[in-house]
């Protein structure tokens, strides 16, 4: 019994410490495509909404050219959290083996300026913990960031020419 009671409250203290932002089931996030079009680049974005064996995803595919000063292709959602702090995001992805980012904006950031970290799409299935700690900040890297201020978050391809396909089964803040 005190063990049982130990266990409950262990488990009920690590889910107050996390926030689903989408698991394209009962928690759904309005997710915008881009691109560098935006400031005259090139690239091509296109996103959809899947499900195959079972597991519904969002894909994020598209060209991404350095042409015209681009390069860059972004799938991104806001989100509201309150002024709670989190340790990182935890994301469910698979892809075509290259790198994408993730990257996070706080309220009156110029648009050009973010918070971003670097992870690996493989072709399996694979969930990802990216800590807080691993995001730089595009400006000045020694530059920490506060979670609590999360505005936006978004997953980008950018940086060189390449097609770019990853898809994503599940976002939250852990």
Not at 30 to 57: C, H, K, R, T, Y
Not at 63 to 72: A, H, I, K, L, R
């Amino acid at each position: 019994m005190k063990k049982s009671f130990m266990l409950l409250c262990i488990f009920m203290s690590m889910a107050g410490y996390s926030k689903v932002i989408d698991n394209l089931k009962d928690v759904r996030a309005d997710w915008v495509p881009f691109s560098d079009q935006v400031m005259g680049g090139i690239s091509e974005v296109n996103a959809f909404e899947l499900e195959e064996d079972g597991i519904s995803f969002y894909r994020l595919e598209g060209n991404v050219s350095t042409e015209n000063n681009g390069g860059f292709i972004q799938l991104r959602t806001g989100v509201n959290l309150k002024n709670k702090n989190f340790e990182g995001i935890r994301i469910k992805v698979r892809g075509n083996g290259n790198e994408y980012f993730m990257h996070l904006r706080s309220p009156r950031m110029l648009p050009w300026n973010y918070y971003s970290s670097e992870f690996i799409a493989t072709e399996g299935w694979q969930i990802i913990d990216l800590p807080i700690s691993s995001f730089k900040y595009s400006r000045d890297t020694s530059k920490s960031f506060d979670s609590s201020k999360i505005k936006t978050i978004g997953i980008v391809a950018y940086g060189r020419d390449f097609f770019a396909q990853v898809d994503i089964a599940g976002v939250e803040l852990y």
